[in-house]
């Protein structure tokens, strides 16, 4: 509190004198300064203090990136997917055999290895001869199970982005409603102490001083009340980007433009992580559709086998073939491509569903955006500046004896509910546009993606 406003009081009251109108026109006047005053320097002054190094939401975005582990597990999962792809479009390994055939176990040559003319060691070699068809439709099976992969990881990106991005904002928003409130709850306390000033003075009523201290504890509770809400929003923010709390948020979003429009959002969404991703698993399914098609027909197996009988009788070679009877192809290897078929129905099924759906959910959002910021356009120009006339109506008048201060603190009330609808308004529409704007990855962001991440990696200074 300014000494120099209750300096005239101070000087009635050694005097014994009741204060003057003068006086009391003079404390008003100088409360209305030091709230200029403070209101001014509170705008003027930066959050960004010289120690604490500023923090954008594009800084954001990338530190929530660099250290996430989801996607680094997403990153390894593609990675897994590559290499069983690569295993995908070999044929099997050979199968090497050594064996001891027809060894009497009873009579004089029992055990005998020698003597016996049927007794043979045998040593061979097997190998399946995959049909290269069939090679040919798992390696693309693999290849979209890659894919698959690669739209989860996108998908992982574009929730980290956004995620990331409304945690910023919702600290920033939170940051701008209590330095509005404590602004207000500083021009209050002036009110309320030129109030109590001017009640021992012997002007003024009890009633008035007590509506002013209540007033005054009321906007109290309310910076109590925003205080927490910041707390929560850091926290909320350090989930994403550890030590960001430490640091002063800068930057002004532009909120005022988006990628997207409610005409032909069918297109524009055909790159939606979701969308994108559903599209893969059809993809997926159709190529393991083709697999299973190709199983149908079954793979030949060729074994040569060496076999040593004893002295004075000749060695063999022994040649085998073999394939599998496929007798009851219908329960079996029809069945398995009846199933991915299936798979790949319901697949395109839910995308085009799922297509529908966002189309509706995102036309919704564009709505609300442009709603949040035509109603924050009205609140800037109108409303607001209307409710700090208000105030300085109310002030000017309660000097005069046209008003009570009630009716200032009342003023007052509706003046930082004004404010903080304007700040909510913004707010809204800001958390709109994070969640169109970052609706898909860009491409610099896909090739910045870490293949692994060190544990303290990410980590602000």
Known sequence: MNRSVLSPLRASRRSGAVPTRAVLCYVGRACAATT???????????????????????????????????????????????????????RPDPVAKIGLENLPINGPERFSVQRDFMTMRSVGIMQEITRPSKLRARAAESEEAVRLAEAKKVQVLVALRRDSALAWLNRYYAEAADRTVLQQLEAVRLEVTAADAAYRGGHGTAADVLAARQAFAEFEDLASESSREVSAAKLALDRWVPGASDHALVGNPAIDAIPLHKHGLDAQLARHPEILALER???????????????????????????????????????????????????????????????????????????????????????????????????????????????????????????????????????????????????????????????????????????????DQGVLP
């Open 281 to 455: 698993r059809e993809e997926l399914a159709r190529a393991g559709a083709e697999a299973a098609r190709a199983d149908r027909r079954p793979d030949w197996s060729v074994e040569l086998v060496y076999s040593q009988r004893g002295i004075g009788y000749s060695n063999m070679v022994t040649l085998e073939l073999t394939v599998p009877l496929e007798i009851r192809r219908a329960s079996r290897q029809d069945q398995r491509l009846a199933a991915k078929l299936a798979e790949a129905s319901q697949a395109k099924a839910e995308r085009e569903d799922m297509l529908r759906e966002h189309a509706a959910e995102i036309a919704t959002m564009i709505d609300a955006w442009d709603s949040a910021r035509e109603r924050l356009e009205r609140y800037r120009t109108s409303i607001v500046p209307l409710a700090t006339d208000r105030v300085v109506a109310a002030r000017a008048a309660y000097r005069g004896g046209k008003a009570t201060l009630t009716d200032l603190l009342t003023s007052h009330r509706a003046e930082i509910d004004a404010r903080l609808k304007a700040l909510q308004l913004e707010a809204i529409a800001a958390r709109l546009w994070a969640q169109l704007a970052f609706l898909e990855a860009p491409p610099e962001s896909l090739a910045a993606i870490p293949v692994s991440v060190d544990a």
């Open 36 to 90: 200029l005053a403070l209101l001014l320097s509170s705008l003027v002054s930066s959050p960004v203090s010289a120690d604490e190094p500023p923090f954008t939401l594009a800084e954001a975005q990338r530190v929530a990136l660099s250290r996430s582990k989801q996607l680094e597990a997403s990153q390894l999962g593609v990675s897994a997917s590559k290499a069983l792809g690569i295993a995908a479009g070999e």
